[in-house]
Each structure stands twice: as structure tokens, then as C-alpha cells.
């Protein structure tokens, strides 16, 4: 069973939650956020050239140019690159572990596995890193549907 429900970032942009339902012990969910938007990458682009092309003016250096062009170029690819997400997934199977993977802009996928037997509870530390920025709401919905695989997974262990 597939569903799909919007929620808001903290900055008040679009989230997309898919859940995704394989057994009463495994499921997954995929927070999509929304893509670089071209207007302010176009708004950051001509503010650092417009300051770079007046102090051009001023010195009469062409130094400030390269390096203002270089600047962008290079900040633009370690925020593509080590910032911003495009989608975070979250698959959780009560028998085998955690999985948590992070999709970055620039196609980079960053994916952590925590054994099961490792796992005494869930902490959702979106605060910490707050890659996604999803709203509580967001996150109470994750973290209502984890603590019920745990909690599956307690209840089968204890009968074994």
C-alpha cells in the first residue's frame, strides 16, 4: 500500500511524503523536497557579480572578476554537492534494521544502515541536522509509524 501527503518545511515550502506499506513489518517513506529554484540561484549569481563588477569599477583589477566567478562556481557546487537534498528515505524492516539514505542535488547519496539488534528506539534529530526541515507534523507521522514496526518487533520477539 502506497499513499502520498503534503506538509510544509519550517520555511513554509512543499514537502511530499510517500509511505509506503510492503508488510505490517516493513516500510518506507520518502521525503521529497523541493528542487533549487532557479530564481534565487539566478538572484545570489548577479548579486556577487554586480558587487564583484563595482569593485572592478573602483580597482580596475580583473583579478576580482575571475575570482568572483570562481567564488560562485565553487559555492555553488558545495551546496549542490553537501547541502541541499533532494530526497531523504526511511525504510525500516523489523527483522533485518534501519535504513536512511539521503539524495543530494548534485546526485550524491549518502546511505547509513543500523542493525536491528542495535536499535533500542527511535529518536527523530531532525533539529540537529535539519536537512529537510519538515514541521512536527511531519515528523510525528514517521516516527508514529516506526515506533508500531518496534513495537511489531518486540511483540514477535517475545513470543519466540
Given at each position: 500500500m502506497e499513499d502520498e501527503q503534503s506538509f510544509s518545511d519550517i520555511s513554509g515550502g512543499r514537502l511530499?511524503?510517500?509511505?509506503?506499506?510492503?508488510?505490517?513489518s516493513c516500510r518506507e517513506f520518502c521525503?521529497?523536497?523541493p528542487r533549487l529554484s532557479l530564481r534565487s540561484l539566478t538572484a545570489v549569481t548577479c548579486t556577487v557579480w554586480l558587487v564583484a563588477y563595482g569593485l572592478f569599477a573602483l580597482c580596475e583589477?580583473?583579478?576580482?572578476?575571475s575570482s568572483a566567478i570562481f567564488i560562485t562556481l565553487i559555492g555553488l557546487l558545495g551546496y549542490l554537492h553537501f547541502v541541499k537534498i533532494d530526497q531523504e528515505t526511511l525504510l525500516i524492516i523489523?527483522?533485518?534494521?534501519?535504513?536512511?539514505?539521503?539524495?543530494?542535488?548534485s546526485g550524491k547519496e549518502s546511505t547509513t544502515?543500523?542493525?536491528?539488534?542495535?536499535?533500542?528506539?527511535?529518536?527523530?534529530?531532525e533539529a540537529i541536522y535539519m536537512s529537510a526541515k519538515p514541521r512536527l507534523d511531519c515528523?510525528?507521522?514517521?516516527?508514529?509509524?516506526?515506533?508500531?514496526?518496534?513495537?511489531?518487533q518486540k511483540a514477535t520477539s517475545t513470543r519466540s
Amino acid at each position: 500500500m502506497e499513499d502520498e501527503q503534503s506538509f510544509s518545511d519550517i520555511s513554509g515550502g512543499r514537502l511530499s511524503l510517500q509511505r509506503r506499506y510492503y508488510t505490517q513489518s516493513c516500510r518506507e517513506f520518502c521525503l521529497n523536497c523541493p528542487r533549487l529554484s532557479l530564481r534565487s540561484l539566478t538572484a545570489v549569481t548577479c548579486t556577487v557579480w554586480l558587487v564583484a563588477y563595482g569593485l572592478f569599477a573602483l580597482c580596475e583589477n580583473s583579478m576580482i572578476l575571475s575570482s568572483a566567478i570562481f567564488i560562485t562556481l565553487i559555492g555553488l557546487l558545495g551546496y549542490l554537492h553537501f547541502v541541499k537534498i533532494d530526497q531523504e528515505t526511511l525504510l525500516i524492516i523489523d527483522s533485518l534494521g534501519i535504513q536512511m539514505t539521503s539524495s543530494y542535488a548534485s546526485g550524491k547519496e549518502s546511505t547509513t544502515f543500523i542493525e536491528m539488534g542495535k536499535v533500542k528506539d527511535i529518536v527523530i534529530n531532525e533539529a540537529i541536522y535539519m536537512s529537510a526541515k519538515p514541521r512536527l507534523d511531519c515528523l510525528i507521522e514517521v516516527y508514529r509509524s516506526c515506533q508500531e514496526v518496534l513495537a511489531n518487533q518486540k511483540a514477535t520477539s517475545t513470543r519466540s
